[in-house]
Every structure is written in C-alpha cells, then in structure tokens.
C-alpha cells in the first residue's frame, strides 16, 4: 500500500518573492484556481503581515478556492499570528506557518539570543496559534546548518506544543543530499514524540540540489514537501513542484502517491511563467521546452521506434504534447523521413537520398530547420491546397508620400480586391487584406529574415497572430519582401480553427 506524499505548494509566497516577479491580487486568485485543479494540498498564499496587499490575497485566495489548505506564514511573533488569524478568517482548511530561526549563525547574529530563549520563543509561537487554528506548522529557519541535537530538542518541543507539522528548511540550500537526508533520518529516530508529526521538507536551490535533497528527505521519512511551479523563489530557487511529481511517478517502487493531477503540470508551468513574466529555461526538467525534443539521430531513430528508448516520461502525463523531432546536422534520414510524411510528403528512396543532402547542407547554415524549409527542399508547393490565396499585389511607396497598396485575394474560388493607405508599404499591404478578411486579429511578432547575402535573393517572413484566444504561426518566402509579408499572414489565416 502507497504512503501519502503531501504536496505544500509555496509559488504565491517564496515563489513571488523573486525580484520582479510580484502578482496583483487578480493574478493570485489566477494561480491559486490552478493550483487547486493540479490538486496540491496545501497552498502557502503569503506573509500577511509584510504588506497590506499580501495581506488582502490571503483573504481573497481563502474565498476562492474550496479543498486545499490556505496557509498563511509568520514570524514568532503574537502580532504576526494576530494578523495571520485575520486573513485566514475565510478558508474552508486553515494552517498557521510560524518559525523561527535554528543555527547558531541566525541565534547568535540575528536574535542575538541564546538556543534555550529560542526554544520557548518557538514554544511559545506554537501554543498561541494554535488558540486559533487546528493546523500549525512550525519551521526551524537553517536547519540546514542547525546542530542536529538541538534540532531534535526544538521539534521535539514545538510538537508537544502542539504542531501537527514540522518544516526542516535547507534555507541556504547548503546541505548535500546524504547530509539533509541523515538529518531527517536523525530526527526520525531521536525525536521521541516524532509519530505525532509529520516532517516537510523545503528546500533551496543554491548548489543546484534542491530536488536532490528534497527526495533525500523523503526517502528517510519526510512526509510533506514545500515546493513551487518551476521551482522559482528566492536566489537560485526552489525545489521544482514538477520534478517531485515526476520522480514519484516514475518511480513506483517508492511506495508513495501524491494527489496531484500531473496533466495539470504543463499548464500550471505556463500559467506561473506568464503571469511572472519569467521565461522557463529550454533545458529546464519536466516543463522545458527542449525536455521532450529530440536533435540527435540515434535519439530520434530509437524515438520513432519506440518513444520508451529515450523518454521515462511520456509527454502527455504532464500536460504537453507529442514529443518534438527537432531537425539539425545531427538528425538522420529517419527523422527527415518522419517528417516529410507528417506534412503529407512520401518520396522515393532515391529522391528522400537528394532531399537529405540538400538538407545537411541547409543545416549547417541554420540553427532551425522548419516545416517550411523541408517543403522546400522536397519542391511541395506550400499554397496548393490553402483556402485563401493571393492574387496580385501593387504597392505605391517612397519618400515623402503615403504608402498605398492594392490587393486581391481568391477565397474558395471567389475573387476580392481592397485597397488602403499605411505607414510604410507593408503596413499599406497588411491593411488591405485585412479589409477582405474582416476578422479581429492581434500581430504577436514579425520576423524578418534573409535567406541569403544578395539583394536579389528570397527573403523570409515570420509572423504570429492571436485570433479568438489562439496564436497561429505564419512564413512567407518571396524576393519581394512586401509580398513575402503577405503571404505570411495568409498561411496564419488559412491555419485559423473556425
């Protein structure tokens, strides 16, 4: 039978506490809704008393979400506590955090106290929140570098006040994982009211080992692990929500379970990295873009065969789609092949052999082989089944006067024309088709690029347009640019889902 692994999700307080990275109240609610459908149990909403807007998304995150716990963090301080209580006056589940630092650095330079002050400052946190609330967790701030002898003695005396939950931080994310997780196993057999509690693990991301050391915990006992999407937070970071989600799934012979909905990941990864204006990193475990890409041409043979010679994770678990075969100068003919007979190209062997060499050569010199640049080395003719097309382009430009473009579009066997002023000749060209395609439409970004050095040469359009909440990927290639402008919103408009 399968041993419960609580999932305490700290994004909207040691997550935003990233420089930049603050959430309005709106945007809280946002992360907080989806938090609930990934299925974490404990959602940690913030620190009421550092600010009066913390203070109000406590209240209003309580209001808005049903099952899990809303936990709100403190010091060891009664007016802390006192203000925490407030803001947790709406949630269905509450939990106070209270704390205080452990080591001897925080004792001694930051309390200027001394250990057994600390411990009946803790005793005494614990005692008064849980006047309020059934549901106190207390954290000993460094207990990464916290002797581990007084550390017993403090959780060993926070749980007889009456903690149910008992947080051990690697706060500088300084431990190596043998040493956090001989820590937790030290509590476990010499915290004699220990069963009475369970052990959370949180932990930083500074040398890189914060899901390393988190699972370290785990596997010595720790039942609770503090985490955030995309393991954002303070400095380096937290331990990654997604990476322990994974670990546990993929390792069944663990013996634990989570409730999460690990379809709700990638989603979740999305929302956080929107909403915080922080990019994921390509590379980054579970979530990245490139974590299910395949550039190698032994990978992507093994891949076709069978996705289980490369991936431990299938795509879909998370929330994503089909793993991506990222075509390079590494790929193979497999690869190549796969993806001519994706975009409805069958060659023979012999002409699939010329294809491959025009294509190693192609990507030496780009970085990016693209849907479009296979179709032209195989000579498909991109526009041949497309709905809309254009018919001709005249553009009056220059300088000193206003740019006028003249357009027509045959769609589905019909003919239109439109003309329209612009500022530049492209502005001019995009104005007239959009008069023939009445449709609300938001330009994302326009990409310009030449294919090669001379000026007679093909240039190369990229475009991305929002339209009714989806984006839609454009290219055009034309040695007139204005025309390959065009044409590039056309191949987003004939992608749009009705």
């Known amino acids: 039978?399968?041993?419960?692994?609580?999932?305490?999700?700290?994004?909207?307080?040691?997550?935003?506490?990233?420089?930049?990275?603050?959430?309005?109240?709106?945007?809280?609610?946002?992360?907080?809704?989806?938090?609930?459908?990934?299925?974490?149990?404990?959602?940690?909403?913030?620190?009421?008393?550092?600010?009066?807007?913390?203070?109000?998304?406590?209240?209003?995150?309580?209001?808005?979400?049903?099952?899990p716990t809303i936990c709100a963090l403190t010091r060891a301080k009664e007016k802390d506590i006192d203000i925490a209580v407030e803001a947790l006056r709406f949630a269905k589940h509450k939990?106070?955090?209270?704390?205080?630092?452990?080591?001897?650095?925080?004792?001694?330079?930051?309390?200027?106290?001394?250990?057994?002050?600390?411990?009946?400052?803790a005793v005494a946190a614990v005692k008064y929140a849980r006047r309020f609330v059934d549901e106190v967790e207390f954290y000993a701030e460094d207990a990464g570098r916290t002797d581990n002898a007084y550390l017993a003695r403090v959780v060993a005396a926070v749980i007889n006040a009456g903690a149910s939950v008992v947080n051990i931080p690697d706060t500088t994310g300084y431990c190596l994982p043998e040493e956090y997780g001989a820590?937790?196993?030290?509590?476990?057999?010499?915290?004699?009211?220990?069963?009475?509690?369970?052990?959370?693990?949180?932990?930083?991301?500074?040398?890189?080992?914060?899901?390393?050391?988190?699972m370290a915990g785990v596997m010595q006992g720790a039942r609770q692990v503090e985490v955030t999407i995309n393991g954002i937070g303070e400095r380096a970071g937290n331990t990654s929500l997604e990476e322990i989600a994974m670990i546990v799934k993929c390792h069944k012979h663990l013996?634990?379970?989570?409730?999460?909905?690990?379809?709700?990941?990638?989603?979740?990864?999305?929302?956080?990295?929107?909403?915080?204006?922080?990019?994921?990193?390509?590379?980054?475990?579970?979530?990245?873009r490139n974590a299910f890409a395949h550039s190698s041409g032994i990978h992507q043979d093994g891949v076709l065969k069978n996705t289980a010679t490369y991936e431990i994770i299938d795509p879909h678990d998370v929330g994503m789609e089909d793993s991506a075969i990222v075509?390079?100068?590494?790929?193979?003919?497999?690869?190549?092949?796969?993806?001519?007979?994706?975009?409805?190209?069958?060659?023979?062997?012999?002409?699939?052999?010329?294809?491959?060499?025009?294509?190693?050569?192609?990507?030496?010199?780009?970085?990016?082989?693209?849907?479009?640049?296979?179709?032209?080395?195989?000579?498909?003719?991109?526009?041949?089944?497309?709905?809309?097309?254009?018919?001709?382009?005249?553009?009056?430009?220059?300088?000193?006067?206003?740019?006028?473009?003249?357009?027509?579009?045959?769609?589905?066997?019909?003919?239109?024309?439109?003309?329209?002023s612009g500022?530049?000749?492209?502005?001019?060209?995009?104005?007239?088709?959009?008069k023939i395609i009445d449709r609300h439409m938001e330009l994302k970004e326009f990409t310009i690029q030449a294919i090669s050095k001379g000026s007679d040469d093909m240039g190369k359009v990229h475009m991305q347009v929002e339209y009714n909440g989806h984006v839609y990927y454009g290219f055009g290639a034309n040695t007139d640019i204005i025309a390959a402008s065009v044409e590039a919103y056309i191949d987003c408009i004939n992608k749009f889902k009705s």
């Not at 205080?100 to 411990?119: L, Q």
């Not at 929302?271 to 915080?276: A, F, P």
């Not at 500022?423 to 959009?434: T, Y």
């Open 423 to 434: 500022n530049g000749p492209i502005d001019a060209a995009i104005g007239a088709l959009r």
């Open 95 to 121: 939990r106070i955090h209270t704390g205080i630092g452990t080591s001897e650095a925080h004792i001694r330079y930051k309390f200027h106290s001394n250990p057994d002050e600390i411990v009946e400052r």
């Open 327 to 420: 075509l390079t100068a590494r790929s193979g003919r497999a690869a190549l092949k796969n993806r001519l007979k994706t975009l409805g190209v069958e060659p023979t062997q012999e002409k699939l052999d010329k294809i491959y060499e025009d294509f190693l050569k192609l990507a030496d010199k780009k970085k990016d082989i693209n849907n479009d640049d296979i179709l032209v080395l195989a000579g498909a003719e991109r526009t041949e089944n497309q709905r809309i097309k254009l018919a001709f382009l005249q553009v009056t430009s220059g300088v000193g006067v206003q740019s006028v473009a003249s357009l027509g579009l045959n769609i589905a066997g019909e003919h239109f024309e439109a003309c329209a």
């Open 183 to 214: 820590k937790i196993k030290y509590l476990m057999e010499n915290v004699p009211n220990i069963d009475r509690a369970i052990i959370s693990t949180h932990c930083h991301n500074d040398l890189g080992m914060a899901t390393a050391n988190t």
């Open 255 to 288: 013996g634990l379970e989570t409730n999460l909905n690990t379809k709700q990941i990638y989603p979740s990864s999305r929302l956080v990295s929107s909403l915080m204006n922080m990019p994921v990193q390509p590379n980054k475990a579970v979530v990245g």
């Open 1 to 67: 039978m399968s041993e419960r692994l609580f999932i305490f999700d700290t994004t909207l307080r040691d997550g935003e506490q990233v420089p930049g990275c603050q959430l309005n109240t709106i945007e809280k609610i946002q992360v907080a809704k989806q938090l609930e459908t990934l299925g974490v149990d404990v959602i940690e909403a913030g620190f009421p008393v550092s600010s009066p807007g913390d203070f109000q998304s406590v209240i209003e995150i309580s209001k808005a979400v049903t099952w």
